[in-house]
């Protein structure tokens, strides 16, 4: 994918990692083990493999943006192995803006709250799915074009000065 950018373009200005995989469990003794590592490699390394190929064709201004979730920093029980990797990329987006300052290169993440994903209807029991979002402020999950905004801020020169943030769009429920 990063070679194929740099033929057409010459260079990454923004690298968005958005990739997630989740399993609803009722226990730690529920998962197996090949779901566990499909999660890790879904959700964490494919951040990590591929900011690792786009980072040296990355100029000064250059932005990185990850998806978290308010699972980082709220789990939810049921959802253990992707709470624990989006928790990893809050981790690695704070380490890896203290690392690329000197580039020029800024690094965040982006930490929604429910939001209604073709990911819902397909992870989780239809019982949950009725009621998914309805626990927060606003009641109800968010539409994908709601957090749009907050990756198109983090991508622009206005958020020059932002680099190492994990910044909720929850629905107005506190991830501190």
């Not at 000064?60 to 959802?79: D, E, H, M, W």
Request: glycine share 6%.
């Amino acid at each position: 994918m990063v070679d194929k950018a740099i033929k057409e373009f010459g260079q990454i200005n923004i690298l968005v990692n958005n990739a997630a995989f989740q399993m609803t469990r009722e226990s730690v003794t529920e998962i197996p083990s090949e779901e566990w590592d499909h999660t890790f490699r879904t959700n964490i390394y494919a951040t990590f493999y591929l900011t690792k190929a786009a980072v040296p064709h990355m100029p000064p201004g250059s932005a990185i943006i990850n998806t978290c979730s308010i699972n980082a920093f709220q789990p939810k029980p049921t959802l253990l192995a992707y709470a624990a990797t989006k928790a990893a990329i809050v981790n690695f987006t704070a380490g890896l803006a203290q690392s690329l300052a000197e580039k020029g290169i800024r690094a965040n993440s982006v930490a929604p709250g429910p939001v209604w994903t073709p990911l819902i209807p397909s992870t989780m029991p239809a019982k949950e799915v009725t009621k998914f979002g309805e626990q927060g402020p606003t009641a109800r999950p968010a539409q994908p074009a709601e957090l749009a905004p907050i990756y198109v801020l983090l991508a622009s020169d206005e958020a020059s000065f932002i680099s190492g943030a994990a910044i909720p769009v929850t629905g107005g429920r506190p991830v501190i």
